[in-house]
């Protein structure tokens, strides 16, 4: 298995979500370590999470396991059921299709570095929690929960 350099990976900032969704995770930056590595199957990225920022919007997959494991500093991964501190050296599962919507916000006064692990479902549909958006692997596009275009 060839070793991965990572200052060769490119470092994608913010989450690609429309406007005014994009804000909360601005300066958030993932590398895509399994497209790097040719992984077609499962996605690894490489996250530093700055302070202030979210790992994303809350959401949940319906088609899609996902598993986080916090390597450096700490965030707070809000679910349905409360709050909950996420510090180095622990990770957190995520089972398709279960309506818990899930994101991470780093509260710290430095930044979190984690890995994070998906299955790449093309049936996965991504649904928002709390705002009304929602996006399908196959096309990627994000749209209103009813279908409509942002």
Known sequence: MPKLDLSKIPKIKGAGYPAPFDAPCADRIRQRLGDAGGLTDFGINLMHLPPGNW???????????????????????????GETLLRAGD????????????????????????????????????????????????????????GSSY
């Open 55 to 81: 790992s994303s919007q809350r959401h949940w997959h319906s088609h899609e396991d996902e598993f986080v494991y916090i390597l450096q500093g700490e965030v707070v991964l809000v679910e349905d059921e």
């Open 91 to 146: 990770c957190a599962a995520f089972p398709k299709n279960t309506g818990n919507g899930h994101h991470m916000i780093n509260r710290s006064t430095t930044v979190a570095v984690y890995i994070e692990i998906g299955s790449r479902q093309h049936e996965d549909m991504t649904t928002c929690s709390d705002i009304d958006m929602k996006s399908a692997n196959a096309d990627g596009r994000f749209v209103h929960k009813d």
